[in-house]
């Protein structure tokens, strides 16, 4: 047996742990209602202070901890705990269920690792699964393996409720709204109350929204997956991924594929993390509002088709986004008439990086067909809104489609 092999059972709420200001392992969720999502996000998973401590306690770098006698929890060896993950998670959980006794938030290495957690720890040989056809483009990878497994896959579309039409007898419904690239949007609430009627479990991979934008867990869903790579984190130097439950025994196989597959964030990961959602709330709702300006500046434009973003009132997903989202997201899609026009707006822009990802405070943007994962057309633009002046942005981003057409 491997060190701490029997570490799931192991932990000791409440008690006092080294890097932690005394506040011991709490992944359980504080009861923050009637609090404002910028003061939850400036307090979030916060120790009681502690005289002469900082803050935020520093990362603990820790293969191992000292040990002595019965091998005890809260920590033990270093891939199963550690303290500096133990307040991430205190500080996700509490911006995603907010005052929802039980949830527990698990922080995983990447978004994948996240969302493989709870795919591959949920479903066995035989189960069905629904997976959105029009979601992150590592999907139909996962598909492949989730089939090389025995389990039937089978994929809708987000927008459009169809489903519905293929839930029968499925195990776990996976949702991802808004949809990357695409950002189409689905009635959360809704289909997580045809999925229970029907005995599956709901996953809400919520990227795109971060927590300050939607909380999938109110809305009926029984995991919240996310990428912290993006919006949530901000600054595109970290991977990250989290998931957050509110079943004790489906967090706990999540928790034990975490410790078989080792897809956990390092210590360093982990506190640049925590320390970026101090600003969560003024990111989001910057990029949000300029996200906004971007794409009514760009309604105006002939050559620009096929424009998304959910917080444009007449966005088809609007209805149902302005329904079950509190803020629409930082990324804006459309299409450019040609391969060869959206890559000249992309050398003409001067304050957007020609990058992939989403949610930084600096601007990117790319053309998504350049990776052939997306079933889009090859002017297909992403632009990913950051935290630049609105009007700056807006200029550059109008200089470059003029320059485009030149
Ligand atoms: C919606 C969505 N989910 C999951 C992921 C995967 O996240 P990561 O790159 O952190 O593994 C991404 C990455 O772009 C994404 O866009």
Redo the contacts with the bound molecule.
């Keep these: 047996m491997s060190e701490s092999a029997t570490g799931d059972g192991n932990r000791t709420p409440g008690e006092a742990a080294p890097g932690t200001g005394g506040a011991g392992r709490v992944t359980r969720v504080a009861h923050a209602a009637g609090t404002g999502d910028g003061t939850r996000a400036v307090r979030a998973g916060l120790p009681e202070p502690v005289k002469y401590e900082p803050t935020l306690p520093g990362p603990v770098f820790a293969a191992h901890f000292h040990l002595p006698g019965d091998p005890t929890g809260p920590y033990t060896y270093g891939r199963d705990e550690n303290p500096t993950w133990t307040l991430l998670e205190r500080a996700v959980g509490e911006l995603e269920a907010p005052g929802l006794d039980g949830a527990e938030t698990l922080v995983f290495?990447?978004?994948?690792?996240?969302?493989s957690a709870v795919l591959f720890s949920q479903l066995r040989t035989g189960d069905v699964c629904v997976l959105p056809d029009d979601?992150?483009?590592?999907?139909p990878l996962v598909r492949a393996q989730l089939e090389a497994y025995g389990i039937e896959v089978r994929t809708a579309p987000t927008g459009g409720d169809a489903q519905l039409d293929v839930l029968d007898g499925a195990k776990l419904l996976w949702i991802?709204s808004p949809?990357?690239?695409g950002l189409d949007v689905c009635d959360i609430r809704r289909l997580a109350e045809a999925a229970h009627a029907r005995g599956a479990l709901v996953a809400v991979?919520n990227?795109?929204a971060t927590p300050l934008g939607q909380r999938p867990l109110e809305l009926g869903a029984d995991f919240a997956?996310?990428?912290?790579?993006?919006q949530l984190t901000g600054h595109g130097d970290v991977?990250?991924?989290y998931v957050v439950g509110r079943d004790s025994e489906a967090m706990a196989s999540v928790r034990r594929w975490r410790k078989i597959v080792g897809a956990i964030p390092g210590p360093m990961e982990a506190w640049l993390a925590h320390r970026s959602l101090a600003t969560l709330q003024m990111r989001v709702d910057r990029q949000c509002a300029t996200a906004l300006a971007v794409a009514e500046a760009l309604r105006e434009r002939p050559e620009v088709t096929g424009l998304r973003y959910p917080g444009l009132p007449d966005d088809p997903s609007h209805k149902v986004a302005a329904r079950q989202m509190r803020r629409f997201g930082c990324v804006v899609s459309f299409k450019l008439p040609t391969r060869a026009r959206a890559d000249r707006f992309l050398d003409a822009l001067r304050l957007v990086d020609d990058a992939?990802?989403?949610g930084g405070v600096r601007s990117t943007a790319e053309r998504r067909g350049r990776w052939g994962g997306d079933a889009v057309p090859e002017g297909f633009i992403r632009l990913s809104v950051g935290a630049e002046d609105p009007e700056d942005l807006v200029a550059d981003v109008l200089r470059a489609l003029d320059a485009a057409a030149a």
């Design positions: 290495a990447s978004g994948m690792a996240a969302i979601g992150y483009q590592a999907l991802e949809s990357n690239p991979d990227t795109l997956v996310a990428s912290g790579t993006k991977l990250l991924g992939t990802s989403f």
